[in-house]
């Protein structure tokens, strides 16, 4: 059988108090209509729709070619914005998933089970519910005296005795394709809201005689609706746990899980220790045996099996197998370490590739270089690559010794190994094998040091005389 997926994404989310559109807010690093949308594509989904109204451009620019889309003008509720869908899927025989774009957590396992209970009772339509013991803000599912559900009533059409329920309505649900839009035809607006509710959609087909069935989750994260700043905090909460307990149990160690941020799509190698403090982002990818903090703040990178990277910050770069970095490093994005680098404290990158055991120990800045193999930076040595309009490129060879505090005046390029003396100011080509030294030669004067604190004694004195 066919399975489609109707995404609900048209809403502002007003209650969200914010610029950005609801859906596109983020949960553990990646929108939750992203995450709404990998989920239906992982149950089954052939064919996904997504419906968008507020921010639509900006719904559509983040999910590209993954989903059909359809514009709902108004906002006129749930009901409304599945019939948009009409044109494109009412023709199709199948099962219709709906999701909300706010619901982040629900599981394409569960779907897929849904799925099953719904084509083996061959209900028109199966709801995923919950029980919670508060369930404020949520629709009711109403049970008939033989267990059967009845109806979905809106928290604002309530009676109390509906309101005292437990049961709410996930706000995902697997329909019939045909008669899910032949339903949607019959739903009216006359509620609290004044909206054309999907939910009046169960009562419609109870009342024609079809059968509907409830499929009710143990695990209460997967029914979070994201409506306000709140629930979003919640799902953070529930999706970082869950991410770290995949992660845990594909033999990643966790110091302290409650203190580790690991978003959606980061991926990690087996025997990698992760220490507190560590925030690991975007499309991350971390090897094998890794240690990773304390402290970590590593974005769109790569970092090769047996690395270290402790209290430091690592944007879209690169860090090759064995490779050490921090304490207290900076790498801005294009930072490439081959294998068994070492960057150390205070020590900012930018667009600067090392090879295979280079090492910048200390209090450097090396942007836009080419480094080669076995290159020692000495401390405080910077590459000076701007000139306030222009960026330059610094070349340094295999082999090659920067002593301490050397400025390299870029373009410039050192050979195959050369070799600059401490404090030099570098501004032309060093070839291969060459000592160079660029700097003032020393002078001592004989017991000078006294005569000059004499003198400035003596005008500290002066000036307080008067
Ligand atoms: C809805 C359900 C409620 C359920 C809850 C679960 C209805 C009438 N109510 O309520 O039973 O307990 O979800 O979270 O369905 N949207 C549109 N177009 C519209 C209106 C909404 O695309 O015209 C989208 C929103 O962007 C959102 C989703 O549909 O992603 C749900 O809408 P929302 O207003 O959040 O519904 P709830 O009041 O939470
Ligand atoms: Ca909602």
Redesign the pocket.
Known sequence: MKVMAIV????QGKRMKSKLY??LHQVAGKPMVGHVLNTVKEAASERTVV?V?HGAEAVQAYLGDQAEYVL?EQ????G??VRQAEGLLGSEEGTTIVV????PLVRAETIRAMIELHSSTGAAATVLTASFDNPTG??RVIRGTDGAVER?V?QKDCSPEEAAVKE????TYCFDNKKLFAALAEVKSDNAQG?Y???DVIGIFRRAGESVQAYCTNDLAEAI?V?DRVALAEAEGYMRERINRKHLIEGVTLIDAASTYIEADVRIGSDTIIYPGTVLRGETVIGEDCVIGPNADISDSTVGNGATVKYSVVDKSEIGNESAVGPYANLRPGSKLGVGCKIGDFVELKNASLGDGSKVSHLSYVGDAKVGKDVNIGCGAITVNYDGYNKFVTEIGDNAFVGSNVNLIAPVKLGDGAYVVAGSTITHDVPSGDLAIARERQVNKSGYADKIRARAKAKKENAKKG
């Open positions: 609900l994404a048209a809403g609801k859906v419906i109204g709902q906002q006129l509720g749930t409304h914005a909300c774009g706010d619901t949520y629709g979905i809106e709410i309505n996930t706000g909206e509710y999907l939910t609706g409506n």
